[in-house]
């Protein structure tokens, strides 16, 4: 009896442990691109091969050989280029108070300490059924990508629910341009594969041009242990 009760306990706190999912998404589901987009934004496409792009500056060519996962990846350009461009990549809802949701994917950078450069970046929102209800930045990680081909990008967040306004986290791909381009090259490309989120299992994650992902719900994972 005591030996059931002792297992009872370690159920009781270990069933929090695994209420986490991870997902990942790689864009091999073309055409599929973006759920929403922010700012100077345009041109994105699901690419495969190798693809060649501008730079926006003297040396505007530059060559990804390929998809770091998989067969197809994320294209995406700034035109005009000015602000920050944001791809969102990912999306999550559902979440609570104090929920941790992790994230990460890569971006294309041969440039180090220069631009062109990505960083991963959050943002609020308020509606779970429309990603473009915006509200208010999440913060993110301040390292751009490294330089040095594809570069992993991360963060964490806790949510903040903000008393109830909020209701799920964008992920993006923010988008750094050379800031003073020739004028004939007012564009500069960028590409992005590879997603993955960790986030409770009560939340919901969704991909671009994904059926958002059921997750099991706190019931049917306390049916395991009956
Ligand atoms: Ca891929």
Redesign the pocket.
């Known amino acids: 009896m005591k030996k059931l009760l002792i297992l009872a306990i370690v159920v009781l706190f270990a069933t929090p442990a695994l209420a986490v999912q991870t997902l990942n998404y ?3 589901n073309p055409p599929a691109t973006i759920l929403t987009s922010y700012g100077n934004l345009c041109c994105d496409t699901n690419v495969s091969g190798a693809q060649t792009g501008s730079q926006g500056y003297g040396n505007p060519d530059y060559t990804c050989a390929g ?7 994320l294209h995406v350009a700034e035109e005009p280029i000015g602000g920050t461009p944001e791809a969102f990549v990912a999306w999550v809802t559902g979440l609570l108070e104090g929920d941790i949701v992790e994230a990460m994917f890569y971006g294309y950078d041969i440039t180090p300490g220069a631009s062109p450069s990505l960083r991963i970046w959050g943002g609020y929102t308020s509606d779970p059924n429309d990603v473009d209800s915006y509200h208010g930045s999440a913060g993110g990680n301040s390292d751009y990508t490294a330089g040095t081909g594809w570069d992993l990008v991360s963060h964490t967040w806790t949510f903040n629910a903000d008393g109830g306004n909020h209701d799920g986290l964008t992920i993006k791909a923010r988008l750094y341009s050379p800031s003073i381009p020739l004028r004939d090259q007012d564009h500069v490309d960028f590409w992005v ?2 997603v993955t989120v960790t986030a409770p299992d009560h939340a919901m994650i969704h991909f671009p041009g994904a059926v958002p992902v059921e997750v099991e719900s706190w019931t049917s994972i306390k049916a395991l242990y009956r």
């Open positions: 790689s864009w091999e998809a770091v996962d998989g067969t197809y990846y594969d590879d």
